[in-house]
T-cell receptor, first 111, second 116 residues
Framework: QKEVEQNSGPLSVPEGAIASLNCTYS??????FFWYRQYSGKSPELIMF????GDKEDGRFTAQLNKASQYVSLLIRDSQPSDSATYLC???????????FGRGTSLIVHP | GAVVSQHPSWVICKSGTSVKIECRSL??????MFWYRQFPKQSLMLMAT?????????EQGVEKDKFLINHASLTLSTLTVTSAHPEDSSFYIC????????????FGPGTRLTVT
């Protein structure tokens, strides 16, 4: 069974710091990796996706993928209180376009 | 781009009645749409995957006769909760797969259903 694991948190960081969110997955054949942000009471919002080993940057967000170690992380630079949300990791594998979601990590950015 | 709408955003219905939720991709054609349910402080639970013009594929444990899904066009999928009961009260979210190579999902804003 494909599993995607995330620490539920909460992860608490001060405003302006770098928040580091991690996700591990069980299926070595995983191909595409997605990060979503979900505010309380709202639906998930796609932040970015990555499919190659290494880093991918988009504004204050950087996704890092290490297929050998089977983890993907999301770094948020200059964290703001508005970044406080649950971050969901999702992974697709085996030619399926249906992702497996992790349970999410709650991030709290305090002023 | 990649906007998905959902209607209604919230609905209250009486036990035993049926409720239809619409999901539309506004600026792209979505061959595949997904329906999720989420209870408070819990993770997303995939209910079914629907492809335009074919029957939906339901996840194990999801009653297909209770949760009717229709994907009649490339921009519209509907979920009908039939004979709703209080335990069906939840946050229902649809998503549509993007047209890129990685099938990233774009979520609708969700529908909060309360069954009294």
């Amino acid at each position: 069974q494909k599993e995607v694991e995330q620490n539920s948190g909460p992860l608490s960081v001060p405003e302006g710091a770098i928040a580091s969110l991690n996700c591990t997955y069980s299926d070595r054949g995983s191909q595409s990796f997605f990060w979503y942000r979900q505010y309380s009471g709202k639906s998930p919002e796609l932040i970015m996706f990555i499919y190659s080993n290494g880093d991918k940057e988009d504004g204050r967000f950087t996704a890092q993928l290490n297929k050998a170690s089977q983890y993907v992380s999301l770094l948020i630079r200059d964290s703001q209180p508005s970044d406080s949300a649950t971050y969901l990791c999702a992974v697709t594998s085996g030619g399926s376009y249906i992702p497996t979601f992790g349970r999410g990590t709650s991030l709290i950015v305090h002023p | 781009g990649a906007v998905v709408s959902q209607h209604p955003s919230w609905v209250i219905c009486k036990s035993g009645t049926s409720v239809k939720i619409e999901c539309r991709s506004l600026d792209f054609q979505a061959t595949t749409m997904f329906w999720y349910r989420q209870f408070p402080k819990q993770s997303l639970m995939l209910m079914a995957t629907s492809n335009e013009g074919s029957k939906a594929t339901y996840e194990q444990g999801v009653e297909k006769d209770k949760f009717l899904i229709n994907h009649a066009s490339l921009t519209l999928s509907t979920l009908t909760v039939t004979s709703a009961h209080p335990e069906d009260s939840s946050f229902y979210i649809c998503s549509a797969a993007g047209t890129g190579d990685f099938y990233e999902q774009y979520f609708g804003p969700g529908t909060r259903l309360t069954v009294t």
